[in-house]
């Protein structure tokens, strides 16, 4: 894979390098000092992957990543020494269309592998996503939706762009919206509660995140909060769970999709959002196999047209809307 590194602090960069020097296939295109340098040199070689800092001098990471998505987009993660000092421009970022983010690996931290092993590993699930193999639709038995039973459930995937995009289709909902809602956002779990506190301060509704064994309520929003996937039960309760080992994000979309296509049993409505890849493109397909209203973000609204376009490639969107005609669809269904 090509990278760049955009860092201004010479340490850093060559953590950089060393823990990139453990994986062959990885070879460091170009590095630039500050966010302008690295708009310039994307423009002139846009690499596969760019390892972004968040505070620099001249421009910073977020102003660079937002310059780079909307004129040479590429894979970008959020490289930085200290994540939990910077949540917000961390999401500001992901805003923009980074994809992840991870701690810069440190100089001198006893096994060097080891201090590698995370960055290495987001690599590693971004090489997969950006050149991902697209599974085969698997097939459900018959539908056990009961249409007795009137419980609504919105069940929300993003990725690349997400947490802004969450923002807005959130504080277009009312305070009383009547129908659960999840939300399946890939984000690291470090910053999983960072990002609940921040979504519900933004959008004004109550968002935490989903804890083991409860059930969707109305009135509440969930985030998905491990690094493990998470599964509606067929007890109508939600759950952790490592399998499936070989999808490539966690949580995966497609893994809650699918769950919900199998065991809801009241009115539901999937959307995706903004993401760079394939993810939930598949489990929204059987989402809407089982009678399920479907949406998905159109190309113009979205920061990375990647995974709303791959359900649109595959006929798993009942509706294609902009990001701002979400929310009110959404109350159209619910509250009539």
């Keep these: 894979m090509k990278i760049a590194i955009v860092n201004d602090m010479p340490m850093a960069v060559e953590a950089l390098r060393r823990a990139l020097a453990f994986e062959p296939a990885h070879q460091v295109v170009w590095v630039a000092h500050n966010g302008a340098e690295a708009v310039r040199l994307c423009a002139e070689m846009t690499p596969d992957l760019i390892l972004m800092d968040l505070i620099m001098p001249v421009m910073d990471g977020v102003e660079a990543t937002r310059l780079i998505m909307a004129s040479t987009p590429c894979a970008i993660l959020i490289v930085t020494v200290d994540r939990q000092q910077n949540v917000h421009r961390v999401f500001e970022?992901?805003?923009?269309?980074?994809?992840?983010?991870v701690d810069t690996p440190a100089l001198g931290s006893g096994n060097a592998r080891e201090a590698a092993a995370p960055l290495l590993r987001k690599i590693l699930n971004i090489g997969w996503l950006v050149g991902q193999r697209s599974p085969s639709l698997r097939s459900l038995d018959n539908p056990l939706r009961d249409v007795v039973q009137r419980q609504g459930?919105?069940?929300?995937?993003?990725?690349?762009?997400?947490?802004?995009?969450?923002?807005?289709?959130?504080?277009?909902?009312?305070?009383?919206?009547?129908?659960?809602?999840?939300?399946v956002q890939h984000v690291d779990q470090v910053f999983a509660a960072g990002m609940a506190e921040w979504l519900g301060s933004a959008s004004g509704l109550p968002v935490r995140l989903a804890r083991e064994g409860e059930s969707p309520q109305r009135g509440a929003v969930l985030l998905a909060g491990t690094n493990h996937h998470i599964r509606l039960l067929k007890n109508g309760t939600l759950a952790y769970t490592a399998e499936p080992v070989d999808e490539i994000y966690r949580p995966s979309i497609d893994v809650f999709f699918e769950s919900v296509a199998r065991t809801w049993r009241g009115d539901a409505v999937g959307v995706l959002l903004t993401g760079m890849g394939r993810d939930g493109a598949q489990g929204l397909k059987?989402?809407?196999?089982?009678?399920?209203?479907?949406?998905?973000?159109?190309?113009?609204?979205?920061?990375?047209?990647?995974?709303?376009?791959?359900?649109?490639?595959?006929?798993?969107?009942?509706?294609?809307?902009?990001?701002?005609?979400?929310?009110?669809?959404?109350?159209?269904?619910f509250l009539k």
């Excluded at 970022?93 to 983010?101: K, P, S």
């Excluded at 807005?168 to 305070?175: A, C, E």
């Excluded at 809407?288 to 609204?301: K, M, N, P, V």
């Design 286 to 333: 059987l989402m809407r196999q089982q009678g399920f209203l479907t949406i998905a973000q159109d190309r113009e609204s979205s920061a990375v047209y990647g995974m709303p376009k791959a359900a649109a490639a595959i006929d798993a969107a009942v509706e294609v809307r902009s990001l701002e005609r979400i929310a009110p669809r959404l109350m159209e269904i």
């Design 153 to 183: 459930l919105v069940a929300i995937g993003s990725s690349a762009g997400g947490p802004a995009a969450l923002e807005i289709l959130l504080k277009g909902l009312p305070p009383d919206f009547p129908a659960a809602i999840v939300l």
């Design 93 to 101: 970022a992901m805003g923009h269309g980074a994809l992840d983010v």
